[in-house]
């Protein structure tokens, strides 16, 4: 579970991460372009959400957050 920050570490570098509530609203994105990274929410409210991670190879992958 997150508390106030997603920590994110992938083999390819990721371009971008948004964040979505599970009605499907987007709830926050972020630009990153490297291999590492950190997303603060403190913002965000307790409950779940989906992550789609973009890659700079074109690839997405889609993750399951739970913010405490």
Request: charged share 30%; net charge positive; no cysteine.
């Amino acid at each position: 579970p997150i508390k106030d920050k997603l920590y994110l570490k992938n083999n390819s570098e990721i371009s971008k991460i948004s964040i979505y509530s599970i009605d499907g609203r987007l709830v926050s994105e972020k630009n990153i372009n490297s291999k590492e990274a950190e997303v603060a929410m403190p913002n965000v409210a307790a409950g779940s959400y989906i992550g789609v991670v973009k890659l700079s190879n074109g690839k997405t992958k889609s993750i399951k957050l739970i913010k405490k």
